[in-house]
RNA sequence: GCGCCCGUAGCUCAAUUGGAUAGAGCAACGGCCUUCUAAGCCGUAGGUUCCGCGUUCGAGUCGCGGCGGGCGUACCA
């Protein structure tokens, strides 16, 4: 790993929560506890005056040592060897907690690492390279993508950079429903509307699509190919206009994906699925593994027998495949590729199809926690305070581009992404939009802003931080709270990767803003003296370097001025 | 009916996977620019974490039972 390489000789190049771990379990060996029985939680207290790291060690332990906590916390300090440089100093507080503040020389020391490692600092190798996909998006090509597509692709898009960032290698996958009913209403509709630019009547389908995009496509079909489709039979004709559409929204997608800067591995198209018959063989292995069965001419999956509450049709009386058994063709495809380990992103809509497709995979003797389907909730787009109505019957719909161009790629996904994608989210477009201080895309984009600012003036005063630069020149609060900060990003990267919560990442980047503004306003960083000012511009590109790397697993710009 | 998701300040949300005195932003009120960007900072006020019981040293977090909101419950996709 070259980006360690400078770092080795350093005397806390180990990770500090290992450091830590280690003088806990020898002191608790001195003590003779059976150390393999206990693991040494270590966590970062909220509130400043508990310590930059603590442990609860002492109070596990009390019922089975029958004794106080608090004293076995003592006993467990009078065997920790002290090193002032790494540890200020050791408390026992509240009900036996062991409270660790570090001292300056390890917070100056971390700083330079931070600095040495630039983009590649908040990284680990968690995922050990194992190949990883995440399906998302994967929206009917039958209209216009809408706000929960655009949550969804916000939300994937960012999983998959914080799953690379913690050592996977992860993918983005779009799966295109380019085949079956809905295509075929797509077609009969747009058949309709271009026959009618001919004057010619043709009945509309009945479940077909009302939205103004249709009649646009007829339009320009007429234009460019004009009546020539008219005199075909009726079947011929919808065919080759919904092949036509098709190809027209499956255009449209990829220029939104494009325009939202999400970029997707592969963009597998069902038809690929049905061309090659995947889905009878799917449907054979899973017959001979017995877990098929004929009932009223219909084909069934015993799906129940792997916890869903009913059995599901494979082959309909017509002796049609189902799209779940094309779906479960679709999902070995990702096996068969090489992925280890796959997330779908599904909508609320879809949430009670996860059982059956689990038990499919299960059924066809994969790992069960090898497939996992993340459900995005609801989108309620507000406008001047009010949810706006959306009915998609009515072909009344905000699309996706509409909020993107309306309220710009950096502010819609720090939106999206901002809070748990398992809650509803009231997405406020008139704050979205606004360039002052309520809205949080531009608070910590401004940092950012700043900090490029403080280094031109800086470069302008001459002055330039080399490696003569003495951290020891940072005392000040305000420095050490931006330094312990910036220790964070680490964790927020691996903890929002593990946890599936991508939010908290821009929750920290918040913070993170908030604790640099504060640093700002009570500390000059360029001033008379050079050696500070070199010290103050090695902290503030520190903090440079931890918002550019987190805005750019959001996909978010990092300007250089506002 | 059954299943899944959600319920935290007036509003939108956090809370290190069970930790100590539940925190931010907005909205309200009061301060701070001849000095690196005021799109900023400091302060005041705001709470029965929907209700109840349980698990334990310790619960917003876990379990059970309610209440309220959303979604699902197809030989549709």
Not at 93 to 120: H, M, S, T, V
Not at 512 to 536: C, G, I, N, P, Q
Not at 540 to 556: C, E, H, P, Q, S
Request: proline share 3%.
């Amino acid at each position: 790993m070259g980006r360690c390489r400078n770092y080795e000789s350093g005397r806390f190049m180990k990770n500090i929560q290992e450091i830590l771990g280690e003088i806990i379990t020898n002191a608790l060996q001195q003590l003779n506890v059976d150390i393999d029985k206990y693991k040494i939680i270590l966590e970062r207290p909220k509130q400043e005056n508990h310590g930059d790291w603590s442990v609860n060690i002492a109070m596990q332990l009390a019922s089975v040592l029958k004794k106080a906590p608090r004293q076995i916390a003592e006993e467990i300090k009078n065997n920790i060897p002290f090193d002032s440089g790494l540890i200020e100093k050791i408390e026992i507080a509240g009900p036996g907690f062991i409270n660790f503040y570090l001292g300056w020389d390890y917070f100056r020391e971390a700083l330079g690492a931070i600095i040495q490692q630039k983009q590649n600092y908040g990284q680990t190798d968690w995922g050990k390279n194992e190949k990883l996909q995440i399906e998302f998006v994967s929206a009917n090509p039958t209209g216009p993508l809408n706000v929960v597509s655009a949550r969804a692709a916000t939300i994937g898009d960012i999983m998959v950079n914080l799953y690379n960032a913690v050592g996977f290698k992860a993918d983005r996958e779009n799966y295109l429903n380019d085949c079956g009913r809905q295509v075929r209403l797509l077609g009969e509709s747009v058949s309709s509307h271009y026959m009618a630019i001919f004057n010619r009547n043709e009945e509309f389908p009945e479940e077909g699509y009302h939205g103004e995009y249709v009649k646009e496509i007829a339009r320009d079909i007429a234009d460019e190919h004009g009546n020539k489709f008219i005199e075909l039979e009726k079947k011929v004709r919808t065919q080759k206009l919904a092949d036509i559409a098709l190809k027209e929204m499956i255009r449209l997608q990829k220029e939104i994906m494009d325009l939202y800067r999400v970029n997707f591995q592969t963009w597998f198209p069902e038809s690929n699925v049905r061309d090659t018959n995947k889905h009878l063989e799917v449907l054979d292995l899973l017959k001979q593994r017995g877990y098929t069965f004929e009932q009223d001419g219909a084909t069934w999956f015993q799906s129940s027998k792997f916890g869903d509450e009913k059995d599901r049709v494979l082959l309909t009386q017509e002796n049609e495949p189902t799209y779940f058994l094309v779906d479960i063709a679709y999902h070995q495809t990702k096996y068969e590729r090489g992925y280890k380990k796959m997330f779908d992103i599904w909508g609320p809509d879809h949430h009670g199809y996860v059982p059956r497709m689990k038990a499919a995979l299960q059924a066809l003797g994969y790992p069960q926690d090898s497939f996992d389907v993340e459900i995005v909730q609801q989108v309620n787009l507000l406008r001047g305070g009010e949810a706006v109505k959306m009915s998609k019957r009515a072909g009344q719909i905000i699309e996706m581009k509409e909020v993107i161009d309306e309220v710009g790629v950096d502010a819609a996904r720090f939106f999206f992404v901002n809070r748990k994608s398992s809650s509803h989210l009231d997405f406020d477009i008139d704050l979205a939009k606004k360039e002052t201080d309520e809205n949080p895309v531009y608070y910590v984009q401004y940092a950012h802003a700043r900090i490029c600012n403080i280094i031109k003036f800086a470069g302008e005063q001459g002055i330039i931080p080399d490696d003569q630069v003495d951290l020891n020149l940072l005392v000040k609060d305000e420095e050490k709270q931006l330094i312990k900060k910036l220790l964070q990003y680490p964790d927020v990267i691996s903890g929002a990767a593990q946890s599936w919560e991508p939010h908290r990442l821009t929750t920290y980047l918040q913070e993170l803003a908030a604790t640099f503004h504060r640093f700002y306003h009570f500390h000059r960083v360029v001033s008379e003296d050079k050696s500070l000012s070199k010290a103050r511009l090695t902290l503030t590109k520190a903090t440079k370097i931890v918002l550019a790397n987190g805005f750019k697993i959001l996909g978010i710009s990092a300007p250089e001025n506002m």
